[in-house]
């Protein structure tokens, strides 16, 4: 075991962590340090830790072959291991600066793909030409001049209520788009 390691692993107990969140940034230090002794014949042995540098932390994240989000649980568990060496001065620098999270972009489309299309000159014509009771009649129109004026997307606007209507500044409602 490597001592700095293990201390890391008390200081987490002691800040009262999850066992599977101890287990897990331990797993990712002792990948590190595998991955360390290997190529640069250095570790996280407190002794060595001094010696690592930015680079070498970089090649191991680039030699990772998991999924981005798994990618970014690393370097989540690594910054952490980092700093705590660098607050319990086993070391004076950061070598896990260099390392940035990669940006996950959830595809959505299929919840989106309603929303997207868009209304045919036809279909216009059709909504403004609905007849409908008297009773009715002027929210409706309502409705139809904002789909169609105000870039609204049909679920946005089906959305609205009357709070949204007492919230208006200015006579203006806006909406949060993506």
């Not at 250095?42 to 990772?64: A, C, R, T």
């Not at 940035?100 to 959505?108: A, F, L, N």
């Not at 299309?117 to 139809?144: C, E, F, G």
């Given at each position: 075991m490597i001592d700095t390691i293990q201390a890391y692993s008390r200081h987490m107990e002691a800040t009262g962590l999850s066992q599977n969140t101890i287990l897990s940034r331990e797993s990712a230090a002792y990948n590190l340090n595998a991955y360390l002794e290997e190529e640069y014949k250095v570790n996280l042995s407190s002794q060595k830790v001094k010696d690592i540098k930015g680079f070498m932390v970089d090649n191991w994240y680039q030699s990772l072959t998991s999924s981005p989000a798994t990618k970014n649980l690393y370097v989540a568990n690594i910054k952490g291991l980092f700093s705590y060496l660098l607050q319990a001065e086993y070391t004076d620098k950061n070598p896990s600066e260099v390392l940035k999270k990669v940006r996950i972009i959830k595809d959505d489309d299929e919840f989106d793909d309603e929303n997207r299309r868009a209304y045919t000159q036809d279909d216009v014509v059709a909504l403004i030409n609905i007849r409908v009771p008297k009773s009715v009649d002027a929210r409706d129109r309502a409705m139809v001049a904002m789909l169609l004026a105000g870039g609204f997307?049909?679920?946005?606007?089906?959305?609205?209520n009357v709070g949204d209507?007492?919230?208006?500044?200015?006579?203006?409602?806006?909406?949060?788009?993506?």
């Amino acid at each position: 075991m490597i001592d700095t390691i293990q201390a890391y692993s008390r200081h987490m107990e002691a800040t009262g962590l999850s066992q599977n969140t101890i287990l897990s940034r331990e797993s990712a230090a002792y990948n590190l340090n595998a991955y360390l002794e290997e190529e640069y014949k250095v570790n996280l042995s407190s002794q060595k830790v001094k010696d690592i540098k930015g680079f070498m932390v970089d090649n191991w994240y680039q030699s990772l072959t998991s999924s981005p989000a798994t990618k970014n649980l690393y370097v989540a568990n690594i910054k952490g291991l980092f700093s705590y060496l660098l607050q319990a001065e086993y070391t004076d620098k950061n070598p896990s600066e260099v390392l940035k999270k990669v940006r996950i972009i959830k595809d959505d489309d299929e919840f989106d793909d309603e929303n997207r299309r868009a209304y045919t000159q036809d279909d216009v014509v059709a909504l403004i030409n609905i007849r409908v009771p008297k009773s009715v009649d002027a929210r409706d129109r309502a409705m139809v001049a904002m789909l169609l004026a105000g870039g609204f997307r049909a679920s946005e606007l089906c959305s609205l209520n009357v709070g949204d209507y007492r919230n208006m500044k200015n006579g203006r409602i806006y909406t949060k788009r993506k």
